[in-house]
């Protein structure tokens, strides 16, 4: 019987805080939460600049809004996906259905591999637009940060993947270890018997061989 699933027991157990803390998933979400609040926030709080020439704010990345849009909605989905699977790493002790395990993992497993790509393409538009940008009034410090932890999260998103596929991979393991083929299982479930149940060889009869034949007459002798 399966006794446990994708890197905890199927029978749960009390919820340790100390322990969960500890986990390497728990700190890099944690950090990929923390990155995303700087990438984000910072964008939306000094990412759009008035030039003298324009009349509406402009994006600090090369005045491309795009750039800007796109850096706060990774952002911004990437900080209510560390919360999700927060909640959802420390629920899963208590989940005893393997089922829900595996499609917790493979959704962790998918998110975290968009988002380790979706991170490098923001990392590399947000630095080519800012290679690009020539406006002097342009707040350099809030761009280069926002530049730098769109890199960070490259590597916390990939450490992500990295471990989901590890649970993945763990949680197959435990499957076709404690599964059995019927057809290929050999082995009895009883012990043998400590003597054996039959005969082994031919047994004289307690019985005289003239006892055998109870219709044959005999006169008594006197």
């Known amino acids: 019987m399966q ?12 919820f ?23 990438v ?3 964008i939306t709080a000094e990412g759009y600049i008035n030039p003298v020439t324009e009349k509406e704010t402009k994006c600090m990345f090369a005045e491309n809004d795009s750039a800007c849009s ?22 899963f002790p208590q989940i005893s259905n393997a089922k829900e395990r595996k499609y917790i993992v493979i959704g962790d497993l998918v998110f975290s591999a968009a988002w380790t ?8 538009v947000l630095a080519n637009q800012w290679s ?6 342009v707040p350099a410090d809030a761009a280069r940060a926002v530049v730098t932890f769109s890199f960070f999260s490259i590597f916390a998103w990939g450490l992500l993947t990295y471990f989901a596929y590890a649970r993945y991979r763990q949680g ?3 499957f076709e270890q404690d599964y059995r083929d019927p057809a290929s299982d050999h082995t009895t479930p009883y012990p043998p018997a400590p003597y054996d ?9 307690p019985f005289p061989h003239s006892q055998q034949h109870p219709g044959e007459y005999q006169p008594p002798a006197y």
């Open 172 to 174: 197959i393991n435990d």
């Open 40 to 42: 984000f926030a910072t």
């Open 16 to 38: 340790d805080f100390v322990s969960f803390i500890k986990q390497p998933q728990t700190i890099l979400r944690f950090l990929g939460w923390l990155f995303s609040i700087v």
């Open 132 to 137: 690009k940008t020539t406006t002097h009034d």
């Open 117 to 124: 790509l979706l991170w490098f393409i923001c990392f590399c």
């Open 197 to 205: 149940s039959g005969p082994t060889g031919y047994q004289q009869s």
């Open 70 to 91: 796109y850096g706060v909605g990774i952002g911004i989905l990437a900080f209510m996906a560390c919360v999700v699977f927060l909640i959802l790493d420390a629920y």
């Open 3 to 14: 006794s446990s699933a994708y890197g905890a027991s199927l029978a749960g157990g009390a």
